[in-house]
C-alpha cells in the first residue's frame, strides 16, 4: 500500500469521527432535563459526551452557621497540613487551592452504584461557593465525570469526609468504567474524618458529619432528609420525573461541603492556638495523645498541667496513667511517681500498672526495698492480668525478698 492509499484511508476515517462529534454535540436533551434544571434554579451544560444540570450557591462573609460565623477569607492564605495529619509534617496548601468534595450516589458501593450529585465547594474573594452537578440520567455520566476533572487537577487539595473511604475510590471506579481517566488528580488529600475522630471521638463517641455539626458547632438542621432516602430521590425523577424532595438533596449535600470548611478551620485554629479553643477536658487530652504521638513531650505535660489547672473533678484514670508516663519519658519523676501513688488505689488496670512502675522506681531509683516489695504485693493483688503476668511479679517477689534478706 503506497503512502497515497494511506492517506485516503486517514482521510475517510476522521472525516467518520468528525460527522459523529459533530452529530453528537447536536443531539437534543429530553424536555424533562428543562423542568430539572428550572426547578433547581440551576442551567443545563451541553457537552459533547451528554448534558448535566449544574447549580452554584455563593454563601457570602457574615454568613452563620450554627454558632460559626463564615469571615472573610484571604484566599492566598495558607493552612498548615500537620493539623490535619498524624505525624509532623511541614507543607501547606493554600486556601484557593482547596476543593471540598462530597457525593450523592445511588448505593452504597459496588459496580451498580453511580454518583448522580458531586457537589464541590472553593474558596473565593466573595465568599464560599458551593457547585453541584446532577446527572440527568445514567446516559450522561461520561459528561459529569468529564467536568470534575476540571475541579480535581493536580493542583488542588481535595477536601473530604470519609473521601478516603468511599468518595475518591467510588468516583475513580465510574471515570475507569467510562473511560474517562484511571486515577482521580490531586495535589494532595484531607480527609477531615480522621482528625475529627483524633479530636472529638473520646468526647463525643458518633463522629458522623451531621453530629460533629450539632455538638461542634450548634448547627440543627432543619428538615433534613436522612442519607438512606437519597438514593429513592433519584430513583423517583428517573421514574416519574418527580423532583419534590430533589432540593433537599441538594441542601443536605451544600451543607455538607459547608460542614467541611468549618470544620477544616477548627481543626486548623486548635493546632494554631496549642489548643486554647478546647473546652472540654477530653478534647484536651485528645489533643495531648496527638502530641504524644509526634513525641513532643513538653506540649504533653503542658495539656496536663491545663488539665490540672482548669479541671475541678477528678480526672479519669486513663488521662492520670498516659501523663505519668510523658513525665516520665521527660525526666520529671516528682510529677511521674506523685500520679503513680493517686492510680495505685484503684483496683483496675490503670492501678496494677502504677503499682508496678512504683515498684521499679523504689528498686532502682530510691532505693527502698521495702516500699518497692509494698507496691509489687499490690500489684499482685489487683492484677487483672493472666499467668504470664503473676509469674513475672512473682519473680519480682522473689528477687525483692532476697535483696532484704
Avoid at 459533530?22 to 459533547?48: D, I, N
Avoid at 457547585?131 to 450522561?140: A, C, F, I, N
Wanted: net charge neutral; charged share 30%.
Amino acid at each position: 500500500m503506497n503512502n497515497d492509499d494511506t492517506r485516503d484511508r486517514l482521510n475517510r476515517v476522521r472525516r467518520f469521527m468528525v460527522s459523529d462529534r459533530e452529530s453528537r454535540k447536536k443531539k437534543s436533551y429530553p424536555s424533562r432535563y428543562a423542568k430539572m434544571a428550572e426547578t433547581m434554579q440551576g442551567s443545563l451544560v451541553e457537552t459533547p459526551s451528554g448534558t448535566y444540570c449544574l447549580v452554584k450557591r455563593l454563601y457570602p462573609s457574615g454568613f452563620v452557621f450554627g454558632e460559626s460565623v463564615l469571615e472573610p477569607i484571604d484566599v492566598s492564605g495558607a493552612v498548615p497540613l500537620t493539623s490535619f495529619a498524624v505525624e509532623e509534617r511541614k507543607e501547606q496548601a493554600v486556601l484557593r487551592d482547596l476543593v471540598f468534595f462530597d457525593l450523592e450516589t445511588t448505593g452504597l458501593g459496588g459496580a451498580g452504584a453511580v454518583a448522580f450529585l458531586a457537589g464541590c465547594g472553593s474558596i473565593t474573594a466573595e465568599g464560599f461557593e458551593v457547585r453541584q452537578y446532577l446527572l440527568p440520567d445514567y446516559e450522561d455520566e461520561t459528561a459529569v465525570l468529564e467536568h470534575l476533572l476540571e475541579e480535581l487537577t493536580d493542583k488542588r487539595t481535595i477536601v473530604s469526609y470519609n473521601g478516603a473511604a468511599f468518595d475518591l475510590n467510588l468516583i475513580r471506579d465510574r471515570m475507569i468504567i467510562n473511560r474517562v481517566a484511571r486515577e482521580v488528580p490531586s495535589a494532595g488529600h484531607i480527609d477531615l474524618l480522621h482528625s475529627a475522630r483524633r479530636l472529638f471521638k473520646r468526647r463525643l463517641g458518633d463522629c458522623s458529619l451531621t453530629n460533629i455539626e450539632r455538638e461542634i458547632f450548634g448547627f440543627h438542621r432543619e428538615g433534613d432528609i436522612p442519607g438512606y432516602l437519597i438514593p429513592s430521590v433519584y430513583f423517583d425523577w428517573l421514574g416519574s420525573e418527580d423532583l419534590t424532595a430533589m432540593e433537599a438533596v441538594l441542601e443536605h449535600n451544600r451543607f455538607d461541603i459547608l460542614a467541611l470548611y468549618f470544620l477544616l478551620r477548627k481543626v486548623a485554629a486548635i493546632f494554631e492556638t496549642e489548643g486554647s479553643e478546647l473546652d472540654h477536658v477530653q478534647d484536651v487530652y485528645s489533643l495531648s495523645r496527638v502530641y504524644g504521638r509526634r513525641r513532643k513531650l513538653g506540649k504533653v505535660t503542658d495539656m496536663y498541667e491545663r488539665l490540672e489547672a482548669e479541671t475541678q473533678q477528678p480526672l479519669d484514670p486513663d488521662i492520670l496513667w498516659y501523663h505519668s508516663m510523658a513525665f516520665k519519658r521527660s525526666g520529671d519523676w516528682e510529677k511521674a511517681v506523685g500520679l503513680w501513688q493517686k492510680l495505685s488505689r484503684f483496683e483496675s488496670r490503670e492501678g496494677y500498672w502504677a503499682n508496678i512502675e512504683l515498684a521499679k522506681y523504689f528498686e532502682h531509683r530510691a532505693k527502698d526495698l521495702l516500699q518497692a516489695e509494698s507496691c509489687a504485693r499490690r500489684a499482685r493483688q489487683v492484677c487483672p492480668y493472666g499467668a504470664r503476668q503473676r509469674t513475672l511479679l512473682d519473680k519480682r517477689l522473689q528477687r525483692l525478698s532476697r535483696k532484704l534478706g
